[in-house]
Each structure stands twice: as C-alpha cells, then as structure tokens.
C-alpha cells in the first residue's frame, strides 16, 4: 500500500494545520490508520488513529486540540491550539494486509509541521 501525505508546515503557536493521507490500496484491509510523529532526539510517538471499527485514539498531549476522521481510503488530522511542542516530522501511519492474511505496518515518508512562537 502506498500512503500520499500532505499537508505539513509552518505555523504560529495558536495556529491550525490539516494534515491529509491517502492510501492507494487494492484487496487490502485497512485495521488502523492515523499519525504518529517524531521529534528531534525523540522516539516516535502515536498522535492518534483510527481502528476498523472507526472507533479514535488519541495521545493524551493532543486530546481536544487534534481531531482524526477517515473517508474511505484518506485519513485527516485537523491540528487546532497548535503549540511549539507539537514540532515534529508527522508519519502516516497504516496496519493492514491482504483480506485473511497477515497485517502489516506501513508507512508513510514524513510530513514536516513546525510551530513558531
């Protein structure tokens, strides 16, 4: 599966970005799909996903700011109040497979979002 990403920027504090992903998928099951980001010196870190059943999760640092929503195949994630801590290189994230065979993780190359003060 290949996960288009776009989106990423530079924004103020107090600013919002959307990031977009789409996922270019034939016979393919999507179980989860979202973000995860990574920060200089940081390990990468889960910001929020979306499990098959639609049900959201979220990072407790992005709760009530970030909103993930999925249509069809693309996964958006509306950043709002963004703050100079949420600078990081954000990744789209895909856990799926074939319908009854193995999921796998994929990923996508990374969208930059920098939050100025």
């Known amino acids: 599966v290949n996960l288009v990403e776009s989106g990423g920027g530079l924004v103020q504090a107090g600013g919002s970005l959307r990031l977009s992903c789409a996922a270019s998928?034939?016979?393919?099951?999507?179980?989860?799909i979202g973000w995860y980001r990574q920060a200089p010196g940081k390990e990468r870190e889960l910001v929020a996903r979306v499990r098959k059943d639609r049900t959201p999760d979220y990072a407790d640092s992005v709760k009530g700011r970030f909103t993930i929503s999925r249509v069809k195949d693309t996964v958006y994630l509306q950043m709002n109040s963004l703050k100079i801590e949420d600078t990081a290189v954000y990744y789209c994230?895909?856990?799926?497979?074939?319908?009854?065979?193995?999921?796998?993780?994929?990923w996508g190359q990374g969208t930059q979002v920098t939050v100025s003060s």
């Open positions: 994230y895909c856990l799926g497979g074939i319908p009854g065979g193995n999921d796998y993780d994929y």
């Open positions: 998928t034939v016979r393919f099951s999507i179980n989860a």
